[in-house]
Nanobody, 120 residues
Framework: QAQVEETGGGFVQPGGSLRLSCSPS????????MGWYRQPPGKEREFVAQ???????KYGDSVKGRFTISVDNAKDTIYLQMNNLKPEDTAVYFC??????????????WGKGARVTVSQ
């Protein structure tokens, strides 16, 4: 069974930068899409960025121009470079992979989350 795990969360002051990483493990026959979501305190989970099956990268409006998603194809590891962070970026960040299973199905796999706090 496939799993994904985020690393790289932490505390940063406004205007600062952080980079998150997410790597898959387990039985993986292929990867359809990869991305990042976040859940601010007391709010619903929201879309941040994605590398979809057509590999045309998409970003949420609130992070465009500040966040960059990238992938190391050799490792299937994705990164989220977050620059010019704002207090409203404070959230738990989750990575999500659409993984093709050995049974020919597509499984949505989520990490446990990495907390990012932006504050003075």
């Amino acid at each position: 069974q496939a799993q994904v795990e985020e690393t790289g969360g932490g505390f940063v002051q406004p205007g600062g930068s952080l980079r998150l990483s997410c790597s898959p493990s387990g039985t993986i026959m292929g990867i359809d899409h990869m991305g990042w979501y976040r859940q601010p305190p007391g709010k619903e989970r929201e879309f941040v960025a994605q590398i979809p099956s057509d590999r045309i990268i998409k970003y949420g409006d609130s992070v465009k121009g500040r966040f960059t998603i990238s992938v190391d194809n050799a490792k299937d590891t994705i990164y989220l470079q977050m620059n010019n962070l704002k207090p409203e970026d404070t959230a738990v960040y989750f990575c999500n992979y659409g993984i093709l299973t050995q049974w020919g199905t597509l499984a949505e796999v989520w990490g446990k989350g990495a907390r990012v706090t932006v504050s003075q």
